[in-house]
């Protein structure tokens, strides 16, 4: 079975983020980047159907040449090929990404599933695997926790407000999985090497723009208090419960 | 018009996120001067006169039994359908996974953009509307311009508290049975296990949470002990998932599970901002950590400065020693 991963390049910020003087982007100029803990599990998954059916994982990204270094992360964990589809935004808007995927399964042969994060780690708009599947007319399920191959058929479970669903689809299917899916490997040293030499086939991106542009970004608000420090190790304990005592969590 | 799709809770009634989007709906109806409609799936029940009360004139309920077997996909085609021919202002829907995904779908197939987790709404004269919406599980928010005939968006709950509104003069219902092609491949809803009761924790007053710190699986012992005696969930950082230490259901955070309990208790847990999304909402913060500078410590509560496995172990005998157990 083939298999097909659309990630995204985002960048990993830590416990500060600082934002670029006009607002409008992350100040990225100290910080790596890397993919959604959603997608990993996607290209995980992707990598193990491949194992288990003989079949490929191929691993595709919409943006510019610097994004090359995740599809290229993504090879390292496995994925046997690696497309991009050149755009010059690093951030473009959903309507957009969602146009170049769509060409670019147009051009590629054809994948039996194609996966999706839920939702990338930074924009968080939550749409391009809906979108994607409804242009080229696929069934989809989003918020995937489990993925069964059944011949020509396969069932994906998700959670649900009451509890557990399980979907099936006819293939070719798309699905947007969340991070829980599997415990995404740690690439080998072995796989870092072949990752380093694979090629990466370059589509052209269409070009298109969306509807939706980021004005600015902002922090939000925060409106906590001062730290109240109770103690220092086991000496604190007293002060600890008389808190859980006045919030009435212990008597 | 405004149109809202409104999501039911499994008895039939309007769920908490469907009533706070009605009334974010009913101020942006008003000041554009339009009706606010809604839109739901299945038989009427009590939802007109719930509706009514709330402004609402008009409501269209999307009769298929396609649609009864839970495919927000399905969900979205019919939308699509309804909102092509209503062409109302705007279109909004909680920001629940099963919303998001119709309103995704249907945004595809009107050829529109669709802004997702809104937390405001303001409506251009005649250029753009300007949303600001929440990015990375709401670490940041960001303002954008939303251009579109129909402008499309979920809303994120805690929206700003909405004013007194005006019960609806009358309320009429329309039946709606869309034309779901029988050509497409579908995904199709084949099982639903009940989640087993028990707390859990989004539902926990109380979670106590591990990451790297706790240093090993069999380190979340006395994690658990002190839940236990508190009435509490445990959870953990994606740290402890990654390292095999904990399920990943336990996960806080922008990937795992946001939480709003009233105690967070954090133990070696320094406070990344995708964790940080997670507990944010908390209404208390408890910090357990070695390093006084932890953004988790700064931003805490309380915090108590020191090793997990002295401070947890010397909790748990105080409250033993208290309530005598
Ligand atoms: C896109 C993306 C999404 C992510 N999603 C999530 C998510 O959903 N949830 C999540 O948690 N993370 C998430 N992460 C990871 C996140 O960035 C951090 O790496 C992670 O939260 C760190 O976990 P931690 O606090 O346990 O570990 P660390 O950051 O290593 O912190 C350990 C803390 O423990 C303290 N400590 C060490 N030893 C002790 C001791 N003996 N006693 C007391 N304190 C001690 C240290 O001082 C430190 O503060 C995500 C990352 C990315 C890039």
């Not at chain 1, 409106?223 to 000496?235: C, E, F, I, K």
């Not at chain 2, 949303?131 to 402008?151: C, F, K, Y």
């Not at chain 2, 997670?278 to 932890?294: F, H, Q, W």
Request: hydrophobic share 45%; proline share 7%; with cysteine.
């Amino acid at each position: 079975m083939d298999v097909l991963v659309c990630v995204k390049r985002v960048p990993a910020v830590g416990a500060e983020i600082l934002l670029t003087a006009d607002g409008t982007a992350i100040d990225t100029r100290h910080l790596g980047f890397t993919i959604g803990p959603h997608e990993e599990c996607a290209v995980e998954e992707a990598v193990r159907i491949a194992e288990r059916t003989g079949g490929s994982a191929g691993v595709l990204t919409v943006g510019p040449p610097e994004t090359e270094e995740q599809l290229r992360y993504a090879l390292s964990m496995g994925a046997d090929h690696a497309v991009r589809v050149d755009t010059p935004e690093t951030d473009p808007d959903p309507e957009a990404t969602a146009a170049a995927v769509t060409g670019a399964l147009g051009e590629l042969p054809p994948y039996d599933l194609v996966l999706f994060g839920e939702a990338s780690a930074d924009a968080g708009h939550a749409q391009v695997g809906f979108r994607v599947a409804c242009a080229l007319r696929r069934p989809v399920v989003g918020g995937v926790k489990g993925i069964d191959l059944d011949g020509d058929r396969v069932l994906l479970r998700r959670e649900s407000p009451e509890g557990v669903e399980v979907h099936e689809a006819p293939l070719p299917a798309v699905a947007a999985v969340l991070e829980g899916l599997n415990l995404p490997r740690y690439p080998t040293i072995k796989g870092r090497l072949r990752a380093k030499k694979a090629p990466i086939r370059v589509l052209d991106g269409p070009g298109a723009t969306g509807g939706l542009r980021t004005l600015r970004l902002r922090h939000r608000p925060e409106a906590r208090a001062r730290t109240v420090v109770l103690g220092h190790g086991a000496a604190a304990a007293p002060a600890v419960v008389d808190v859980l005592a006045e919030l009435g969590i212990v008597p | 018009m405004v149109l809202v799709v409104v999501e039911r809770d499994g008895d039939g009634t309007l769920t908490e996120d469907s009533a706070e989007v009605l009334a974010a709906a009913r101020d942006l109806a008003e000041s554009l001067g339009v009706p606010v409609g809604a839109v739901a799936v299945g038989e009427p029940g009590e939802l007109p006169d719930d509706l009514v009360k709330r402004g609402v004139g008009r409501l269209h309920l999307l009769a298929h039994e396609l649609l009864t077997d839970g495919s927000p996909a399905c969900l979205g085609e019919a939308l699509a359908g309804l909102v092509a021919d209503l062409r109302p202002a705007a279109v909004l829907a909680p920001s629940t996974d099963r919303s998001t995904e119709a309103m995704a779908w249907a945004a595809a197939e009107l050829g529109m953009p669709l802004a997702t987790a809104c937390t405001e709404i303001r409506p251009g004269d005649d250029g753009p509307w300007e949303v600001t919406r929440e990015r990375a599980g709401g670490v940041l928010l960001e303002d954008a311009a939303l251009t579109a005939p129909i402008r499309l968006c979920t809303l994120r709950p805690g929206s700003p508290s909405p004013s007194e509104t005006a019960a609806a003069d009358e309320m009429t219902v329309h039946v709606v049975v869309p034309e779901l092609r029988a050509s497409v491949p579908r995904a199709r809803l084949v099982e639903r296990r009940e989640r087993a009761a028990g707390m859990t924790l989004t539902t926990a007053p109380v979670v106590v949470a591990g990451g790297r710190g706790v240093g090993s699986s069999e380190g979340y012992a006395v994690l658990e002990e002190l839940a236990g005696l508190v009435g509490g969930a445990v959870g953990c950082s994606r740290v402890a998932t990654n390292n095999g230490w904990r399920p990943h259901a336990d996960q806080v955070g922008l990937t795992g599970t946001r939480i709003s309990p009233d105690l967070y208790v954090a133990c070696g847990i320094s406070g990344a901002t995708q964790h940080w999304v997670g507990c944010m909402n908390a209404r208390s913060i408890l910090a357990v950590n070695t390093d006084p500078e932890a953004p988790m410590v700064t931003r805490a509560t309380w915090a108590v400065i020191g090793d997990v496995h002295e401070v947890l172990p010397a909790v748990v005998d105080e409250i033993r020693r208290r309530s005598g157990r």
